[in-house]
């Protein structure tokens, strides 16, 4: 008995016995092959036979039959095939129906032992007990390689089975299972690792998980392991793990979601590496294949590839990969095992090429549609049908495309060039209309052929991409960003710079799209009949009738001809509707509701104006007389009584004389007339012609059946002709009769010169020649100017022909006619001037100037040049045939006129043509082109450049284009390297400039740039000096000049801001900012304050010196005493002097004694003269000074008076000083009398102790003496 039970898919489910296969003999093995849904299972049975059950019908059936027992049996990986193994050690192969020509059984080889485990894969594996594993060809039975191993240690070996990829066999064996891998390289089996466990006892059965991932084991004592089989894992960004089960079979693992898929291929090839692209897709390679596979759908696809490795994966489009690869593109469907198709193109950005599959479920794969729209160049499109594999379409453009798609069914394209045009390509009809003169963004609706695009600030929106022409615009106030479609809505979202705002479309509007996609045309009606009517919806109810007739919906076209207001239409189907119902009633058997009947298609033929179709259609029934009524009812008699004729009808003749009466009473002579021509009744046609006003007509009968008719008759036809105004007719009329003159006057009356011409050459000669002329003046007036031509020159009249062949171009002929006339006639000069024009204007110059000069206009063949730059050919010119004069006064004018147009370069040349550069320096000035100023300057007027660059910058700067003035003052400095005394810098002047127009950023960066660091930092602590106080102090900062910030701040009193910037930015500057406050302090009369900061800033003897000055010794000698103990001396000493001045010598004294300084008071009693004091403090504190008291105190006497020191060093005993002193005494400095006394004193001194001097002495005195006149007293010391 076979069991077959269902297990369900989740643990917990109920199990339950499906089917049951009862057999005769014991079942030996089993196998489920792969094939049909796993509906057929396959077992064999002890007698050798090998036998199927189908699941669904619950019966079994011979497969096939051997003479030996059924040990083992096998699928093969497809499950088309079956191999089994028996007790005599012989293998079968069974193919199914499906393998084709190998369909059957058939003995394949003879194993050496009996084959107790049997698989098939890349080869049919076979094991037994003697531990050896064979390999078979499937095909051949060849036998290919075997492995044997030792019995005592692996015993027996009693199961083995293929991985699902058939490149790995698990052979079973006792507490052990050994592994073989295939080596597609080499094509031959190799030995892998075994594994080996204690107790597991032998190995029972051995089955592979589906992906091959796992392989699980039983043994003999009921244990079932479950081993991992993958031959390596890894890791892909942290996101997918990638397990390889074998060389050709890997299993992909979202981390995050759990989710698998197998990535295996189809072929058996090594997969190489795998990549996953945006999270979603998988590209590998194997050596010869490429497989892709969408994570989202699961399908995988594998295809023949040899890429050269620098292929570019695009994944835009959810249904196919885009591969690029040596500028071809090649297509690859999720989910198919071969290239959907490829193109070359060298334009592989997304927006550039559109692929549409259709994959509706409802259309069979041949009808689907595959379609791919790319760019050959920038300026075609190329449409593909993939499944054909033809070009449907190609669209030649004038501009470069810059963005195309199809919309979903691949029926309309939508493009959009530079110019931003936006058109749209019809494929079926191959016809392009234009959307939009601009556009700025343009998309399809998800899933909908409605178009969303933007032209400037309007939402243009077609419902109906049918009916181009119907377009429902919405004003915006931003830019389209994208359209959603979600939860049964379509918003178009607009970024209006702010805000974003969505604004809704009509979804009963694009769900009527979809409806007629789908042909569910009641769906459709529905929707519009909730619409108001408008523009848009009126096309889609036009869309929706003529469909619907398509289709023979004739109730559904009905609503929508009633629904437009077509009431005609609408009640014409009405009783169609009605004739099928009654068609129906009359012939059951007629099928399509009756729509088959003849009378309901001639009716719809009537309907769509196919008239011929409805009377075939009649005729084909032998319906004589609908065919006939419906053309009555149509007033169309004349097909009518066709018809009725061409039938034999028996009233035709009856029909003709009532249709005949019938136009006779509706004054249709016109038509009265054909039938009576057509019975041959001539006179009677022409009388009803004339009668309804065709002459025409009637003079036809005449002149082609030769019919005679009297001469009044003939009178009649002509004034009739001639009142109709049909003098062509009339004249032919008349010269059929041979009435020539009159013939010549209808035909000239009615323009037809040609017979009027070709008439008088025959039998006038004279009216040719005014015929001619009248002829190209007709002509000229109907604007066929070049057919004039020939007839003025026939007429003589060579002027005309010229102005005619001028106006219509034809150049050639009117030279021709030009150079046989006289060529000092104004008007042939005139006419070679206009010639001239059109040549220049073809840029023919040469030509151009044949004319001019042949016009006598050397001027204008020169300025012709001159215009086009051609200067060396319109100087050749001007100096053949202009004077000098001439030539400057024309360059100047043209110059000039060159200048007006802006054609600056162009004047310039002419300038220096005639040698006048400065003309062109005043025009460059005069336009602001100051930089072809310069350079005329420097090449015509070099002393000047200087001058120039100062001129223009100091002008510029004024007009406050300060950039160029900069430029031009920066210029000026690499010319004023004359030498010129105090000459300023062109960089300072520039960095001046900015400073007045307070652009202090530009002056620094000037400053910066050509002066360096120090001349910014200058123009910094320029600009903080000019902006003050706080923002002054942050400029600085903002610079990195802490430093100089504090400076400034100090020098302007900002002592708490620089104390900050110095405790932030340069503590080493806090005392100076200490000094510098209390500087400050002391020049305000803050004395306590000062002190504070001359303490803080470490320089008390700054305070002392502060105290001194403002003579507050008790404060001096405080900071002295509490901060400086070595300036207490100095603040006495000071004390002291101060209280001398004053005149207190008791505390002056006191003050220097404790200052231990008597020396110094000593010297200060001296300068005083007070020689007394100086002693005498000299005798208690100092006695060494007393000599140089006295030496010092001479020495004042002596500075006082010669008498006063004379007396000095006598007293002191010094008598070589005394007599110095006393030679020094004259009458001026005392009475005569106490003279002659210090005289003698001095005269006793020389003799007494001076005695070497007496001699001198002597002279001396009498001299005086005498010349004090006291004559009597020079006796006295002559005796002496």
């Keep these: ?57 619950n019966k079994c059936r011979n497969l096939y039959s051997t003479d030996s027992y059924v040990l083992s049996i096998a699928a093969s990986q497809d499950g088309m095939g079956l191999v089994s193994g028996h007790m005599d050690g012989s293998i079968h192969r069974y193919y199914f129906e499906e393998a084709g020509v190998l369909a059957g059984a058939a003995k394949l080889c003879v194993n050496p032992c009996v084959p107790t485990g049997i698989s ?191 292929e570019k994966f695009v994944f835009d489009n959810p249904q196919v990969c885009m591969v690029f690869n040596a500028g071809e593109l090649s297509l690859i469907e999720y989910g198919r095992n071969e290239i959907l198709g490829s193109c070359r193109t060298e334009y592989m950005l997304p927006h550039l090429l559109s692929v549409r599959v259709n994959d509706s479920p409802d259309l069979d794969e041949e009808k689907r549609q595959k379609i791919i729209s790319y760019l050959v160049d920038r300026q075609s499109i190329c449409i593909l049908d993939l499944v054909l594999g033809i070009r449907v379409a190609t669209i030649q453009h004038s501009s470069k495309i810059d963005w195309l798609e199809l919309n979903k069914r691949a029926t309309k394209l939508l493009f959009k060039d530079k110019a931003r045009q936006l058109f749209l390509y019809d494929i079926a009809t191959q016809t392009k209309a234009t959307l939009l003169n601009y556009c700025t963004y343009v998309s399809w609706v998800p899933d909908s052929d409605v178009v969303v695009a933007q032209n400037r600030g309007d939402l243009c929106v077609w419902y109906s ?12 106030k931003g830019d389209v960003e994208d359209i959603e479609r979600t939860d049964g809505k379509t918003e178009v979202i607009v970024d209006e710079g702010i805000n974003t705002v969505a604004y809704g479309l009509d979804e009963s509007l694009i769900e009527f799209g979809s409806a007629m996609e789908d042909k569910d045309f009641e769906k459709a009606c529905d929707l519009l009949e909730q619409i108001t009517i408008t523009p848009e919806t009126e096309a889609m109810w036009q869309n929706l009738s003529q469909l619907a007739l398509q289709d023979k919906k004739l109730h559904i076209a009905e609503r929508c001809f009633a629904a437009l207001g077509d009431v005609s239409k609408a009640r014409a189907l009405n009783k169609i509707g009605e004739l099928a119902q009654q068609a129906m009633g009359e012939d059951k058997v007629l099928s399509d509701q009756g729509y088959d009947h003849y009378t309901v298609r001639a009716a719809l033929e009537v309907l769509n104006k196919n008239f011929k179709a409805a009377e075939s259609i009649y005729l084909e029934r032998s319906k004589v007389d609908e065919a006939i009524a419906m053309w009555e009812e149509l007033f169309r008699f004349d097909e009518s009584i066709a018809v009725a004729e061409a039938k034999g009808h028996k009233n035709a003749e009856k029909m003709r004389k009532e249709y005949f009466e019938w136009l006779m009473e509706s004054k249709q002579q016109d038509k009265a007339a054909e039938l009576r021509e057509r019975e041959s009744k001539y006179t009677e046609a022409i009388n009803l012609y004339l009668a309804g006003g065709l002459p025409a007509r009637a003079a036809n009968i005449v002149n082609t059946y030769q019919v005679s008719i009297p001469q009044q008759q003939q009178e009649a036809i002509a004034t009739a002709l001639f009142k109709a105004q049909m003098f062509e007719k009339a004249g032919d009329f008349f010269e059929k009769l041979g009435l020539n003159e009159r013939a010549v006057e209808a035909y000239r009356r009615g323009h037809a010169f040609r017979r009027a011409v070709d008439l008088s050459r025959r039998e006038f000669p004279g009216y040719v020649i005014s015929l001619e002329d009248e002829w190209g003046d007709w002509l000229v007036s109907q604007k066929q100017v070049d057919a004039a031509i020939n007839h003025y020159i026939e007429a003589h009249q060579e002027m005309k022909a010229i102005n005619s062949a001028i106006n219509s171009r034809q150049w050639t002929k009117a030279v021709q006619i030009l150079d046989m006339q006289e060529q000092s006639d104004p008007t042939v000069l005139r006419y070679y001037k206009t010639i001239a024009a059109h040549y220049e204007e073809n840029h023919q110059f040469a030509e151009a ?47 000039r006129q060159l200048e ?218 405080r900071v002295a005493g509490a901060y400086d103990q070595s300036s207490i001396r100095d603040v006495l000493i000071a004390e002291a002097k101060f209280a001398f001045e004053r005149g207190d010598y008791v505390h002056a004294q006191r003050f220097f004694l404790e200052a231990n300084e008597p020396e110094m008071l000593v010297a200060l009693f001296k300068d005083a003269a007070m020689f007394q004091d100086a002693r005498r403090i000299a005798q208690e504190h100092c006695p060494h000074l007393i000599q140089q008291i006295d030496l010092d105190e001479g020495k004042k006497a002596a500075d006082t008076s010669p008498v006063q020191a004379a007396k000095y060093f006598d007293n002191a005993g010094d008598y070589a000083r005394a007599v110095e002193e006393y030679f020094k005494i004259t009458v001026n400095h005392a009475p005569v009398e106490k003279c002659i006394e210090m005289w003698t004193r001095c005269f006793n001194l020389c003799l007494n102790h001076q005695r070497d001097n007496l001699p001198l002495a002597r002279k001396v005195i009498v001299e005086k003496i005498k010349a004090a006149g006291k004559y009597e007293q020079v006796s006295l010391f002559a005796v002496k």
């Design 1 to 57: 008995m076979v069991f077959v039970y269902k297990l369900g898919l989740e643990w917990g489910e109920k199990k339950s016995i499906c089917n049951k296969f009862a057999q005769n003999v014991p079942v030996t093995c089993v196998c489920w092959p792969h094939i049909r849904g796993n509906e057929l299972l396959v077992f064999g049975v002890a007698d050798g036979k090998v036998r199927i059950g189908t699941l669904a019908t």
């Design 120 to 310: 098939w894969g890349e080869s049919i594996a076979a094991v037994g007990n003697d531990c050896k594993v064979y390999f078979y060809d499937p095909r051949t039975g060849a036998a290919q390689q075997n492995f044997g191993y030792d019995v005592t240690e692996d015993r027996e070996f009693t199961c083995c089975a293929f991985n699902p990829s058939g490149h790995s066999l698990a052979v079973g064996a006792y507490d052990k299972f050994r592994v073989f891998n295939y080596n597609m390289k080499q094509g031959k089996w190799e030995e892998g690792q075994h594994k080996t466990f204690e107790n597991l006892y032998s190995v029972t059965s051995l089955a592979w998980k589906l992906d091959g991932s796992k392989l699980a084991v039983s043994s003999l004592c009921g244990a079932i392991d479950m081993y991992d089989a993958c031959i390596r894992r890894y890791l892909y960004k942290g996101k997918f793990e990638f397990t390889y089960v074998s060389h050709s079979q890997v299993i992909v693992k979202r981390l995050s979601t759990g989710t698998r898929i197998v990535l295996k291929s189809q072929f058996g090839y090594e997969i190489v590496k795998v990549h996953v692209y945006q999270d979603l897709y998988l590209v590998s390679h194997s050596p010869t294949t490429l497989l892709v596979g969408d994570l989202g759908s699961c399908k995988l696809s594998e295809v023949p590839w040899n890429g050269s490795g620098q």
């Design 465 to 476: 991409i049918d009916s181009p022409d119907r377009v429902a615009i919405v004003p915006i």
């Design 849 to 895: 100037e044949k004319y001019h000069l042949k016009a006598q206009l050397p001027k204008d063949a020169v300025a012709m040049y001159t215009r086009n730059n051609m200067w060396e050919a319109a100087h050749k010119v001007a100096k053949v045939h202009l004077s000098d004069q001439q030539i400057a006064d024309l360059y100047v004018n043209q110059a």
């Design 900 to 1117: 007006l147009q802006g054609k600056f370069k162009d004047a310039e040349l002419l300038y220096r043509k005639i040698k006048e550069p400065d003309l062109a320096i005043h025009m460059y000035k005069k336009a602001k082109k100051y930089d072809d100023m310069i350079r005329l300057v420097a090449q015509y007027r070099a002393s000047l450049l200087s001058k120039t660059y100062l001129t223009l910058a100091q002008h510029l700067e004024k007009e406050g284009s300060y950039k160029q003035a900069e430029n031009y003052y920066i210029q000026a400095k690499v010319e004023n390297t004359s030498g010129e005394e105090n000459a300023q810098e062109g960089w300072k002047a520039a960095v001046n400039m900015y400073r007045s127009a307070k652009m202090w950023e530009d002056a620094i960066r000037v400053a910066k740039m050509h002066g360096g660091g120090g001349a910014s930092r200058n123009v910094v602590i320029a600009w903080a000096l000019d902006l003050g106080g706080d923002q002054g102090c942050k400029l600085l900062t903002r610079f990195g000049m802490v430093e100089q910030a504090i400076e400034y701040c100090n020098n302007r009193f900002l002592f708490d801001t620089a104390f900050e910037l110095a405790q932030k930015g340069m503590p080493s500057l806090v005392p100076q900012v200490h000094l510098k406050h209390a500087l400050y302090l002391e020049d305000e009369g803050h004395f306590k304050e000062a002190e504070e900061e001359f303490i803080k800033a470490g320089r008390p003897k700054e305070a002392i010196e502060m105290y001194i000055h403002t003579h507050m010794w008790p404060d001096a000698m």
